[in-house]
């Protein structure tokens, strides 16, 4: 009943917001009118909603924190620039409210210790905001990649039993100390040679174990990592951009089809991809002519970013029509809106980037109100 209650709730506000979005886009009405102090307002009464909407599904629902401690950011952040602060600083609450959910979740499930991977790194990029304007590159970077490793070794320190997690920590650490030694030789190079040799050792684990599977992942993201510097070399920068989008997904796409439980990789591995594709595409079409689609002019960037969300789409579908072995039934939504989305930018052209928030968050709120309307199949 409760969750009938918030797909209600939500799918009206969404349909009203939408109303909202596409009015401002036809012109009736100018969100630069509005005071800074009502949008601290607008932003503080969506954060109240949303935490509103996490406590009435219950505190495991952690997700909802998300879009709560988002709001509330913004919120924060629209306040200081009204108070005329200024500072590389003004990022700090965005990036705190994105990791405080991933704390909550480990809190709530402490066999999920990934959780704390970008939960660490955030909140150290969230302390860089501060020091931005006064520490040297080098140690911003090193700060980066010993907060990756940090979780690790909570890991290890956490059940001793855990001794494969010492190697990424290890790893992480040694590239910190790496990023502030002095450069000898071009930077790409030793960079390629840094993952490389991080890279070995997992592969050779696996070699002298092959029930150690998970020990190939590292290693093949490292060896795409440190692969990418070296495509800057030999090849030109649209090339190499499709290269590194391609490269990303690769490991992904391994670890989907090593294991289909394993569902939850298809989402990078196709995002990634569908980039590669449209940057692919962007190579063969001019950036500064139009189609003409029907007789009529069609813009380029139109048809770019209808390929970019029917990619989605279609690597949201796959997961969805695994719905019956795999708790993916989820996926219907993102792939639905993210259809139309594709279909709107095909049809608009240019004109979608004045449309798409509207249209979009219609689609999703006409879709919770009937799901919360529809009968549901009585119990086996």
């Known amino acids: 009943m409760?969750?009938?209650?918030?797909?209600?709730?939500?799918?009206?506000?969404?349909?009203?917001?939408?109303?909202?979005?596409?009015a401002q886009a036809l012109g009736y009405i100018d969100f630069d009118?509005?005071?800074?102090?009502?949008?601290?307002?607008?932003?503080?009464?969506?954060?109240?909603?949303?935490?509103?909407?996490?406590?009435?599904?219950?505190?495991?629902?952690?997700?909802?924190?998300f879009p709560a401690c988002i709001f509330a950011a913004l919120a924060a952040t629209t306040w200081m620039v009204t108070s005329d602060m200024a500072g590389s600083f003004l990022g700090a609450p965005i990036l705190a409210a994105i990791a405080l959910p991933f704390y909550v979740g480990f809190a709530l499930d402490r066999k999920n210790w990934g959780l704390l991977i970008p939960a660490f790194v955030l909140t150290v990029i969230t302390l860089i905001t501060f020091l931005a304007d006064r520490v040297p590159g080098e140690w911003i970077g090193a700060l980066v990649l010993f907060s990756i490793g940090l979780p690790f070794l909570v890991a290890f320190l956490a059940d001793r039993r855990r001794w494969w997690a010492l190697i990424p920590a290890g790893i992480m650490i040694v590239l910190a100390v790496v990023t502030l030694l002095p450069v000898f030789v071009?930077?790409?190079?030793?960079?390629?040679?840094?993952?490389?040799?991080?890279?070995?050792p997992f592969l050779v684990v696996y070699l002298?174990?092959?029930?150690?599977?998970?020990?190939?992942i590292p290693a093949g993201v490292l060896a795409v990592v440190g692969t990418i510097p070296l495509f800057s070399l030999f090849l030109g920068e649209e090339v190499t951009g499709a290269a590194v989008m391609f490269l990303f997904s690769l490991p992904f796409f391994v670890v989907y089809f090593w294991s289909k439980d394993n569902w939850w990789a298809l989402i990078p591995a196709g995002v990634f991809a569908s980039i590669g594709v449209v940057v692919v595409l962007s190579m063969f079409v001019p950036g500064e002519s139009d189609l003409?689609?029907?007789?009529?002019?069609?813009?380029?960037?139109?048809?770019?970013?209808?390929?970019?969300?029917?990619?989605?789409?279609?690597?949201?579908?796959?997961?969805?029509?695994?719905?019956?072995?795999?708790?993916?039934?989820?996926?219907?939504?993102p792939t639905v809106g993210l259809?139309?989305?594709?279909v709107l930018a095909f049809a608009f052209g240019e004109k979608f980037n004045d449309y798409w928030p509207a249209m979009v968050m219609l689609v999703i709120g006409v879709m919770l109100l009937l799901n919360a309307f529809r009968k549901k199949s009585p119990a086996a």
Do not use: H
């Open 208 to 216: 002298l174990d092959r029930s150690r599977r998970w020990a190939l």
């Open 33 to 65: 009118t509005f005071s800074q102090q009502f949008w601290v307002m607008a932003f503080g009464i969506a954060s109240a909603a949303f935490f509103f909407s996490y406590f009435l599904n219950g505190v495991r629902n952690w997700g909802w924190l």
């Open 2 to 22: 409760k969750t009938k209650f918030v797909n209600i709730f939500w799918g009206i506000i969404l349909i009203l917001v939408s109303g909202v979005l596409l």
């Open 292 to 333: 003409v689609v029907a007789g009529k002019p069609f813009a380029i960037s139109g048809l770019m970013e209808a390929v970019l969300f029917l990619g989605f789409a279609i690597t949201f579908g796959i997961l969805w029509l695994r719905c019956k072995s795999q708790p993916t039934a989820w996926a219907k939504y």
């Open 186 to 200: 071009s930077g790409e190079w030793i960079g390629a040679v840094v993952m490389y040799a991080i890279a070995l």
């Open 339 to 342: 259809l139309a989305a594709a």
